[in-house]
């Protein structure tokens, strides 16, 4: 059993910043790529943010310049560094990860933390 529980969201203005954490814990042997989604009210999911185990990272156009994904191998956790907030930038965020245990490989989600941007 593997688990991803993230942490960091809440309220902030627009212009400000946020940092969003999460930590797989379990039966770890190695995480391959994590990375960050978000999902706004009546919207699909959608990509902000993955980075390889190597710390390679990729992002949406849309958060380019203003977030930092990164990762500490160590502590099996994942960072989302957001500056510049938006209003559109509200949304609720998920965590993912590629998690790969002694018995399998898992794609793993977190249970989401809101992030709300007021203007």
């Known amino acids: 059993q593997v688990q991803l529980v993230e942490s960091g969201g809440g309220l902030v203005q627009a212009g400000g910043s946020l940092r969003l954490s999460c930590a797989a814990s379990?039966?770890?042997?190695?995480?391959?790529?994590m990375g960050w989604f978000r999902q706004a009210p009546g919207k699909q999911r959608e990509l902000v943010a993955t980075?390889?185990?190597?710390?390679?990272?990729v992002y949406a156009d849309s958060v380019k310049g203003r977030f930092t994904i990164s990762r500490d191998n160590a502590k099996n956790t994942v960072y989302l560094q957001m500056s510049s907030l938006k209003p559109e930038d509200t949304a609720v965020y998920y965590c993912?990860?590629?998690?790969?245990?002694?018995?399998?490989?898992?794609?793993?989600w977190g249970q989401g933390t809101p992030v709300t941007v007021s203007s």
């Open positions: 980075i390889t185990s190597d710390g390679v990272p």
């Open positions: 379990g039966s770890i042997f190695s995480i391959n790529a």
């Open positions: 993912a990860a590629d998690i790969v245990t002694t018995a399998a490989t898992y794609a793993s």
